[in-house]
């Protein structure tokens, strides 16, 4: 029997699975395809869990704006507890250059109606009392911000979407997308053929390698980032913590406590680690602790129970790449996240929808422009 969508879905990670809960919503008939045995079983169960919409890039801005409603509510609408607390993001300054950085994205970031601002030494030290006073400056503080569970989130987005009337098929891997006369008509896998005049590829760090089963292609590789998270304590820190200045071996460290009590911490690696080894490394710890240490002292008599390794699947400007493929009609791109995947995701599930749909809302045009794919890729998110 010939199997019928209106929209086939290539990935069911952090943007696979908000995507099809949207488009069921739409009364898309919709299939989601990935070779994994579970939704978020991809790079999005590498993810630590941060939701901030205090980017520099106005795109990021609005898409996380939304997102943040849908995860802030997901409880009260569908019932489904995803881990969501709303600590805030605590952007932390002791040397001149982040706090001139930090002041300076305010103005986008307020003008995008963000609730953020600067704050003092001792106004951060009341939001934060264990930070290492010692040459701290100040830092901004978004308290709307949050964190949630990746996995409990995946698990409900494809919960709702298989509830709405979606299909998923796990465990079949994409062998081509298929075409007749310059268009997608579906997908082949090792497990059938589907038919469907739309194709999402929503497929993470292989996003590069699925848009070549069309004949398109992608500016995104992966980039190995390392994470860890320690025994359960009881509550002592609200927000995500972020220290954005350079050290050996990394750009940034970032940390928070789970609604759990576990706390979990990554470092961006500098230089990037391109690669797709998930293997973890006995480097990682001794390079990430002295950071921690120096930034919360407190953190000494934590004991790390597990570490892991995801892929950030990277573009050149750490933005992503949200438009329809050049070559072959059809074909949606929704690649590229940045290690930003899970935050953006709900908002961006739903411009997909729009865009499938031909429904653009106001200001959709002006985010798509953004990250399209022939942009120039030259100007960095400050904040990726």
């Not at 488009?23 to 990935?34: K, P, Y």
């Not at 062998?175 to 008509?185: D, E, N, P, S």
Request: aromatic share 8%.
């Amino acid at each position: 029997m010939r199997k019928s969508y209106d929209v086939i879905i290539l990935g069911a990670g952090s943007v696979g699975t908000p995507a099809a809960w949207a488009m069921a919503r739409q009364g898309l008939r919709t299939l989601v395809i990935d070779p994994v045995p579970s939704p978020g079983q991809g790079s999005n169960k590498a993810a630590i869990g941060g939701i901030r919409a205090t980017h520099s890039d106005p795109a990021k801005i609005r898409l996380c704006r939304r997102s943040l409603e849908i995860f802030a509510t997901w409880e009260e609408q569908h019932g489904q507890d995803i881990g969501w607390q709303q600590g805030g993001y605590l952007f932390v300054a002791y040397t001149p250059r982040e706090e001139a950085l930090l002041k300076e994205l305010l103005a986008t970031q307020k003008a995008h109606g963000l609730s953020v601002d600067w704050y003092g030494r001792d106004a951060v030290l009341e939001i934060v009392p264990d930070l290492r006073a010692d040459g701290l400056i100040g830092g901004t503080f978004s308290p709307e911000d949050g964190s949630a569970s990746p996995l409990l989130s995946a698990h409900a987005f494809w919960r709702e979407a298989a509830r709405l009337g979606a299909d998923f098929r796990f465990r079949e891997r994409p062998l081509a997308i298929l075409q007749a006369g310059g268009r997608v008509t579906g997908v082949r896998t090792d497990g059938g053929e589907y038919f469907a005049p739309v194709v999402v590829n929503a497929a993470g760090a292989l996003a590069r390698q699925v848009a070549r089963l069309a004949g398109s292609d992608v500016p995104v590789r992966p980039d190995l980032h390392e994470a860890a998270i320690t025994e359960p304590v009881a509550p002592f820190l609200r927000p995500m913590v972020v220290d954005i200045r350079p050290g050996p071996g990394s750009a940034s460290v970032y940390f928070c406590q789970h609604k759990t009590g576990q706390v979990i911490f990554c470092i961006t690696p500098d230089p990037p680690i391109w690669g797709d080894d998930r293997g973890e490394t006995s480097s990682f710890l001794p390079l990430a602790a002295p950071r921690l240490l120096g930034l919360m002292p407190r953190l000494a008599s934590l004991r790390v129970r597990r570490t892991w390794r995801g892929m950030y699947p990277m573009t050149p400007d750490g933005s992503p790449i949200v438009d329809w493929a050049p070559e072959v009609e059809g074909l949606l791109h929704a690649v590229g996240m940045c290690g930003q995947g899970f935050m953006l995701s709900p908002g961006l599930g739903e411009l997909l929808a729009r865009m499938v749909t031909g429904s653009l809302a106001p200001g959709d045009q002006e985010v798509l422009g953004a990250l399209a794919l022939n942009r120039t890729f030259t100007t960095q998110e400050a904040l990726k």
